[in-house]
């Protein structure tokens, strides 16, 4: 399997270590990135229908809500990871992703049309990781007022997921 080394410090923003941080310095993150998927999928699977649209605190997002979230935070890092390999020096925009949420109409989904859609754009995110080569995977950008390395993108993605499947444990498991 390929190895893509673990960004180092200035690669990415202060804040995306509590994402980086989750995953093993190892350079596996396509695989990562493939058994996060799996694991996450099968997670969200053997939740009671019930508990997926709970709010563990008022406003705080349901557990149909964090997946889009996942879902639409991938998206985006992958889409700056893509103008960043191919070396678009335009600084990007930050995004507020409370404000996401409402328009997602994530609750009145099926949690099967949101999981299809996971595993359409994780598959297409593990693929464009797959197509760069080491000088692209290297190669930075500014987005949301930070830098940001291509690799140091994969590695947001992956660790965003664990964070936020974390989360859905602590907080709305936690009592059973």
Known sequence: MRLIPKPMTGEYAPYALMYIGLLPDDGLILGHLRSNLENTVNFMRSLPKGKLTLRHAEGEW??????????????????????FARNDQTELPG??????VPYSNANNRELEAIIKEFISVRNATITFFE??????LTRKGIGSGNIMSVRAAAY????HELHHVNSIKENYLSSE
């Open 95 to 100: 995004f507020e992703q409370d404000e996401y």
């Open 156 to 159: 947001h993605i992956a660790g």
């Open 131 to 136: 197509s760069l080569d080491e000088e692209a």
């Open 62 to 83: 349901t557990i149909k809500e964090i997946l889009v979230h996942i879902i639409d935070d991938e998206r985006i890092y992958c889409y700056r990871a893509l103008r």
